[in-house]
């Protein structure tokens, strides 16, 4: 049997419209369930408090709860690997963050690609690193410290939280941009780290503002420039690395990731319950106290940065040679 043009093509729109309509009446009901939310870290971390912090909101604004699970292991490898098993239905999200744009280059052999298995769903903060010295320095300047550091190559010593961090590539980045020649020690946390720095046996380190910022004020360290483009209102005083090596800029981050098949229509309704969220002065001033802003962008833009992110670690990491496998 053979059917008229007109009525074929009428068939044949609705046959096209019935998934859509399908998933617009899903979205509308999503979430009716617990959503996990994992986080790749243990807990108590500055990971651990925004994940719960953005599970905290999405609870209220969405009706259901979001369950945080940490799962550390492997630089956040492991906990990024379980999302991108998971079903591509909105219930499993990852907090993502920059140590996923580090990893993309640093590991070679991960199970997955992060920019083509997750999909961004929402960022929610940046916060810069705080460039720090120990008192001893003959530098009171970013400037005063390049030159120091070139005319004592390879003397001055920077610590990390271990090799390829996040503390040990924004380190990386400031000595290929500086020209200078800065040696590594890393450590296996910042604290660990931060106590040499406070002793003096290691003189510079890219902390995160939480952590170092009561030595700072407590005048035990000194605070040389953050990190971010801009500077950062918890120490207003301080100036941005990009002030004194322009095009300077690396920041901490956190956002939400979902398995990349996930539904538009799915990820449009945790956005927007994470951009609102940002927008409650509660918000606001909880991530003030931890020296972070906050990052609302679409999920289109933060797909966007997540690449950049990306390529900037990339280029960063092939510069510094660093390895870990």
Not at 24 to 41: D, E, H, N, Y
Not at 87 to 96: E, Q
Not at 111 to 120: E, L, S, T
Request: hydrophobic share 45%.
């Amino acid at each position: 049997m053979t059917l008229p043009r007109r009525r074929f093509l009428s068939l044949a729109a609705a046959a096209t419209a019935l998934p859509v309509a399908s998933r617009l009446a899903w979205a509308q009901s999503f979430p009716t369930r617990p959503v996990r939310v994992i986080v790749a870290f243990t807990p108590g971390g500055i990971g651990d408090i925004v994940g719960r912090l953005v599970g905290q909101v999405l609870q209220e604004r969405l009706g259901q709860p979001f369950v945080i699970e940490n799962r550390p292991g492997a630089g956040g490898t492991v906990g990024t690997e379980a999302v991108v098993k998971s079903p591509p239905d909105g219930y499993s999200l990852i907090l993502a963050g920059a140590n996923n744009a580090i990893n993309a280059a640093l590991y070679s052999k991960l199970n997955y690609n992060f920019v083509r298995d997750i999909a961004g769903v929402g960022s929610v903060m940046r916060s810069p690193l705080v460039m720090t010295l120990h008192p001893s320095v003959p530098a009171g300047t970013v400037p005063e410290l390049i030159a120091y550091a070139k005319a004592n190559p390879g003397k001055v010593n920077m610590g990390s939280a271990g090799n390829g961090t996040g503390s040990h590539v924004t380190g990386e980045l400031f000595k290929m941009m500086a020209g200078v020649d800065l040696m590594h020690v890393p450590y296996r946390s910042d604290a660990q780290g931060m106590g040499d720095l406070v002793a003096g046996q290691v003189q510079v380190m890219f902390l995160n503002m939480p952590t170092v910022i009561g030595h700072i004020r407590g005048g035990q360290l000194r605070a040389m420039a953050v990190t971010t483009a801009a500077r950062s209102a918890a120490l207003p005083d301080v100036p941005s690395l990009g002030e004194s090596v322009p095009g300077y800029e690396a920041s901490g981050w956190f956002g939400l990731g979902a398995p990349r098949a996930t539904p538009a229509e799915v990820i449009a309704v945790l956005n927007k319950g994470i951009n609102a969220s940002l927008a409650d002065p509660k918000l606001i001033a909880r991530l003030d106290e931890l020296g972070s802003t906050p990052m609302p962008l679409s999920p289109a833009e933060f797909d966007a940065f997540i690449v950049d992110e990306t390529e900037k670690w990339a280029k960063v990491i092939k510069f510094a040679g660093i390895k870990i496998d």
